[in-house]
């Protein structure tokens, strides 16, 4: 079965600085994704990062990188030069070729940034 | 391109009532899912449909129900409301594969009274 933990409920963050939020996983299936989402307290989740199982290399958008480590079910977000409007939820979630249509989301983690 | 609509935004209803959701995906996403989110359980799967077939379902009681149309657009329907449905109630919609990003609608908040 899918499963994600999540294991900070909340961070804080200074401006302008970095922060990595911690994500791991479990599955069975060797093919699976790997996606973080942030969601604002408007609701909205908004996609921002996406590591495939085969990936060779990390995955990177803009302020954003996932740290793929396989051997330890770990996909932790990193996100550089911390701004105000990076203040959210952030959930990571999975899925694979077993469960499909199927995403699994973690318990999320409340960033704050402080100015 | 517009993004993914849900309707209606907000909604109260009281206990034993029945209630209809509606999402319509991005152009072109075939593949419609539902989730719901609440403060102590968190993102949880309802049910995914993908060209008007349920190919997955999440451990909800038989009282959560949904469908597709042939234009992909998704309903879904809680009927005979609990205290404990509310909830908000978010749809996604993706083109296929397990590595298409989800695009997620703003939601509909459901309050049952």
């Known amino acids: 079965a899918q499963k994600i933990t999540q294991t900070q409920p909340g961070m804080f963050v200074q401006e302008k600085e970095a922060v990595t939020l911690d994500c791991t996983y479990d599955?069975?299936?060797?093919?699976?994704?790997l996606f973080w989402y942030k969601q604002p307290s408007s609701g909205e989740m908004i996609f921002l990062i996406y590591?495939?199982?085969?990936?060779?290399q990390n995955a990177t958008e803009g302020r954003y990188s996932l740290n793929f480590q396989k051997a330890r079910k770990s996909a932790n977000l990193v996100i550089s030069a911390s701004q105000l409007g990076d203040s959210a939820m952030y959930f990571c979630a999975m899925s694979d070729n077993t469960n499909a249509g199927k995403s699994t989301f973690g318990d999320g983690t409340t960033l704050t940034v402080k100015p | 391109k517009a993004g993914v609509t849900q309707t209606p935004r907000y909604l109260i209803k009281t206990r034993g009532q029945q209630v209809t959701l509606s999402c319509s995906p991005i152009s072109g996403h075939r593949s419609v899912s539902w989730y719901q989110q609440t403060p102590g359980q968190g993102l949880q799967f309802l049910f995914e449909y993908f060209s008007e077939t349920q190919r997955n379902k999440g451990n909800f009681p038989g009282r959560f129900s949904g469908r597709q149309f042939s234009n992909s657009r998704s309903e879904m329907n809680v009927s005979t409301l609990e205290l404990g449905d509310s909830a908000l109630y978010l749809c996604?919609?993706?083109?296929?594969?397990?590595?298409?990003?989800?695009?997620f609608g703003s939601g509909t908040q459901l309050s049952v009274l």
């Open positions: 590591q495939g199982s085969y990936d060779q």
């Open positions: 599955t069975s299936d060797p093919s699976y994704g």
């Open positions: 996604a919609s993706s083109k296929d594969t397990n590595s298409e990003k989800l695009f």
